[in-house]
């Protein structure tokens, strides 16, 4: 009789290395909002209560991208994309916003004073991001992104 062992091992499904939401809203105040509210529950889902560091700095980088996509990016009859993507190996969260307007490149003002009224979104931003960019979309637009790190669930 063969006394040859046959062993069997299974390996456990690896993680998704990229969790993401991608939601095509519509380019006005509702929508920025809208954005705001999906990236907390998706947050949420992924063990974060709303009002824990990770969320509310996420919650807060969507607002100000998707409120900017909203304001200053929009072209009538075209929406925004909000796309929010955990990577677990890196242990960062990207935020992307996409809108159809090309021209119009996201700057932070030189100086700004007690009376200005706009130009303070990017500079919290700027505090709250890992790294923070722009790049073109294809076909047509820009995407601003954002980075930050945090713990993943």
């Known amino acids: 009789m063969d006394n040859t062992v046959l062993k069997t091992t299974t390996a ?7 969790q993401e939401l991608t939601e095509q809203l519509p380019a006005t105040p509702r929508g920025a909002r809208l954005a705001r ?16 560091d990770a969320s509310c700095t996420v919650a807060l980088l969507v607002a100000e991208l998707a409120s900017n996509a ?6 009538p009859g ?3 994309r909000l796309r929010l993507a955990c990577a677990t190996a890196t242990r960062t969260i990207r935020i ?3 809108d159809a307007r090309e021209d119009r490149f996201p700057v932070i003002p030189p100086t700004l004073t007690a009376d200005d009224e706009s130009g303070r979104g990017l500079l919290l931003v ?3 991001a890992t790294r923070w960019g722009t790049s073109p979309r ?7 992104w954002a980075e930050c790190g945090g713990p993943m669930a």
């Not at 909203?70 to 072209?75: A, C, D, L, N, T």
């Open 12 to 18: 456990p499904d690896p993680e998704p290395e990229l």
């Open 37 to 52: 509210r999906l990236a907390v529950r998706r947050m949420e889902e992924r063990g974060y209560p709303p009002a824990s």
């Open 70 to 75: 909203v304001r200053h990016g929009r072209v």
């Open 78 to 80: 075209r929406d925004f």
């Open 96 to 98: 992307e916003v996409s």
């Open 126 to 128: 700027d505090l709250l």
């Open 138 to 144: 294809i076909p047509v637009g820009k995407t601003v």
